[in-house]
């Protein structure tokens, strides 16, 4: 089955750095990639949708110059934490949409997650 | 490691007949269960969770589940499905006393007849 790449799968860095999770689909071809925030005991947060070749679309209250996403290649998206701070900590995962448009049934796939501590 | 499994990669109801979405998982421990649903072009919703306590738990749109620990299912269902519930539905399981990371089913695609 279609296999979704995301690296790192944990990471710890210090305060004000930056720090980039990259999601890659390695078997099929990603127009659209979606990067999302889990609390602890809470549900997924989405926080954008991820469209090759374009700007991402927000959530509302996700700060677009701390969570920047780039989504250059059909199968590469890249969400990079910038300035982190310790309320950044969190753990992110990406999912990637097998796209109608190049012979994909448009089914949705998800990476491991990566789990960023902020020291 | 956990896993979910979901079985039926596909259902097809009519409107107004009512749904039940397999969701089994494999884990020693009691996870954190929920149920997502992801419509076209959208992103995830959360349709409901499952921490402890009532093993019946009602979520938005009018799903609830049903954890039951002897069978190592969370079951979906609705009574009455409508057309809008057309979309693609997702069974996760987070670690117990660490709800951080998930673990996703495969998958049900839902398919909803006039």
């Known amino acids: 089955g279609a296999v979704v790449s995301q690296h790192p799968s944990r990471v710890i860095c210090k305060s004000g750095t930056s720090v980039k999770i990259e999601c890659r689909s390695l078997?099929?071809?990603?127009?659209?990639m979606f990067w999302y925030r889990q609390f602890p005991k809470q549900s997924l947060m989405l926080m954008a949708t991820?469209?090759?070749?374009?700007?991402?679309?927000?959530e509302q209250g996700v700060e677009k110059d701390k969570f920047l996403i780039n989504h250059a290649s059909l199968t590469l998206s890249t969400l990079t934490v910038t300035s982190a701070h310790p309320e950044d900590s969190s753990f992110y995962i990406c999912?990637?949409?097998?796209?109608?448009?190049?012979?994909?049934?448009?089914?949705?796939?998800f990476g491991s997650g990566t789990q960023l501590s902020v020291l | 490691a956990q896993s979910v499994t979901q079985p039926d990669i596909h259902i097809t109801v009519s409107e107004g007949a009512s749904l039940e979405l397999r969701c089994n998982y494999s884990?020693?421990?009691?996870?954190?269960l929920f149920w997502y649903v992801q419509s076209p072009g959208q992103g995830l919703q959360l349709l409901l969770k499952y921490f402890s306590g009532d093993t019946l738990v009602q979520g938005i749109k009018g799903f609830e589940a049903e954890f039951k620990r002897s069978q190592s299912s969370f079951n979906l269902r609705k009574p009455s499905v409508h057309w809008s519930d057309a979309a693609e539905y997702f069974c996760?399981?987070?670690?117990?006393?660490?709800?951080?990371?998930?673990?996703f089913g495969s998958g049900t695609q839902l398919t909803v007849l006039p």
């Open positions: 078997d099929f071809q990603a127009t659209t």
């Open positions: 999912s990637a949409r097998d796209s109608p448009g190049a012979g994909g049934d448009g089914k949705l796939f």
């Open positions: 991820s469209n090759e070749g374009s700007k991402a679309t927000y």
């Open positions: 996760a399981v987070a670690l117990s006393g660490s709800a951080r990371q998930l673990t």
């Open positions: 884990y020693g421990a009691t996870p954190y």
